[in-house]
């Protein structure tokens, strides 16, 4: 029983990080939505590291 308890546990844990993680991918595209794409695009992707200049 103790062991299952940790089994559930660990997947709460599990689903808490997940649901964090979804939240802050959320916040990013909404975030995203709101920028004019033509002037911040590039400084994005240089400070996401996705591109170099």
Known sequence: MAELNRNIGAQ?????RM???IEALTA??????????A????RLLRHQH???F
């Open 12 to 16: 709460q844990a599990d689903l808490r």
């Open 28 to 37: 990013k595209i909404v975030c995203l939505q709101n920028l004019p794409v």
């Open 50 to 52: 996705l591109i170099r």
């Open 39 to 42: 002037t911040t695009l590039p």
């Open 19 to 21: 649901a964090d993680q």
